[in-house]
């Protein structure tokens, strides 16, 4: 099954476009100052930490602390060249985007020279747009985003019987996030499944091992608290059963979606194995955030399920018919999302209080110390030592900047918060649109 030269360029043009089309809502939703979460301001220490050939240390989520004592992501540091030479917040959300098109060529070539172009360019597109990709995207960069390549690759590997390279590309997964061992150890009982059972055997195996040893040995090992901090998750305070049963519609509707959008042909295919460890973790989680559509928690299932479809209909071409409708699910879910936002004129309006966001930025000097919320917090980070709002511990900030606007809690009375919490004496330079300034006065010589 060997791609044709227009094949290729096909695939290309709709894994640019795709970039294109992410670059724009990354690019934008950033500059109008939009709130995901801080996980982009933790990504960035972590990057910028490794640029300057140092330990991965964010701030963020307290001073001195060592991502890699949080999730094991080491993979994060292929971005630290390009950050050296683009010191900035879009480097890294733009990171994501081209790890987000490398997989819409891989998963386009692959059913256009397994199905035929026609059929192909259409899963190459319902891919490019799918909810799980959109999603993360709209929520900022993410180390899953590693995850999104690498499990095409290992995918398209599958479908060639190619097992040598499925092994290949599955096991760089395990720096991507210690989650992705589960995933790996599927892998490898797929192969197990489809008759390469030496090798499923050693990499299920080798998987298991891998992931035991990053929870319990190298996570706890950078952790201050010596443990790994998600396992009470599982479960909660509640038990298992419980939070299993907790929002099981929301649930039920997450997985309906994610085999939906390939038609229900994704189920025809062993490969659909591989997505069970994810839901498992989300499911038996007690975070509501993991239960659904949102975020980018689904973006490691799509390269996943698009595969097991191509696979599916290549082991039984009756189940063409399943394109058409993926696409129309995938049309549906279209409706308000992300990409969908970027024909809207008011998406490219200026937001109310832009001019306030950049004003305040610019009082805050090149270098200096900031304890802030999540609100500006990503447009700090480049520039700035930043600490969170609630996890500053001993560090004595230079200055505090809330958004008291945004509806996520931080103090209004940011000098009486500020000289409570670090001594001293802070006053009051920024006071507009909700945004709040506050520096640290000159103690007096004695």
Do not use: C
Not at 241 to 262: P, Q, S
Not at 291 to 311: C, K, N, Q, R
């Amino acid at each position: 099954m060997t791609a044709s030269r227009a094949q290729h360029a096909v695939a290309a043009v709709l894994a640019l476009a795709g970039a294109v089309v992410y670059a724009a809502v990354s690019l934008v939703r950033f500059d109008r100052f939009e709130i995901a979460s801080f996980d982009n301001a933790i990504f960035e220490q972590a990057v910028k930490s490794y640029a300057a050939l140092g330990a991965p240390i964010v701030d963020v989520k307290g001073p001195g602390y060592n991502i890699l004592g949080d999730h094991f992501s080491p993979v994060t540091a292929l971005i630290a060249p390009f950050y050296r030479l683009f010191p900035s917040a879009h480097t890294i959300v733009l990171a994501q985007v081209v790890l987000i098109a490398v997989s819409i060529h891989v998963i386009a070539l692959l059913a256009m020279r397994t199905l035929g172009t026609l059929t192909g360019v259409a899963i190459g597109i319902a891919y490019g747009l799918s909810f799980g990709l959109q999603s993360a995207v709209e929520a900022d960069f993410h180390e899953v985003a590693f995850a999104a390549p690498l499990l095409a690759l290992a995918g398209a590997a599958y479908v060639d019987r190619r097992f040598d390279r499925v092994v290949l590309w599955s096991v760089p997964l395990l720096l991507v996030k210690e989650d992705l061992g589960l995933t790996v150890a599927a892998i490898g009982v797929v192969l197990w499944l489809g008759g390469d059972r030496r090798r499923g055997a050693l990499l299920a195996g080798g998987a298991v091992v891998a992931m035991a040893l990053i929870v319990l040995v190298i996570v706890p090992g950078f952790n201050a608290g010596g443990s790994y901090a998600y396992s009470s998750n599982l479960g909660g305070e509640r038990g298992l059963l419980t939070t299993l049963a907790d929002g099981v519609d929301r649930k039920l509707a997450t997985v309906l979606l994610t085999v939906a959008i390939t038609g229900l042909a994704a189920l025809a295919s062993p490969w659909i194995l591989l997505v069970l460890p994810t839901f498992a973790w989300r499911f038996a989680g007690d975070v509501p955030y993991y239960w659904g559509t949102e975020w980018h928690y689904s973006l490691v299932l799509m390269p996943i399920v698009f595969v097991a479809m191509i696979d599916a209909i290549r082991r039984r071409p009756v189940l063409r018919w399943a394109t058409p409708v993926g696409l129309v699910v995938g049309g549906v879910m279209m409706v308000g999302s992300p990409v969908a936002a970027l024909a809207d004129p008011d998406t490219y309006a200026e937001p109310p209080r832009a001019d306030s966001a950049r004003l305040v930025l610019s009082l805050v000097p090149d270098g200096a110390s900031v304890e802030t919320d999540i609100g500006l917090m990503g447009h700090l980070v480049t520039d700035h030592t930043v600490y969170w709002l609630g996890s500053v511990g001993e560090a004595v900030p230079e200055y505090v900047l809330f958004d008291v606007q945004a509806g996520i809690g931080s103090p209004t009375d940011i000098v009486g918060y500020a000289e409570q919490a670090h001594g001293g004496t802070y006053a009051l330079i920024y006071n507009s649109d909700g945004y709040l300034l506050a520096k640290r006065q000159p103690q007096p010589q004695r």
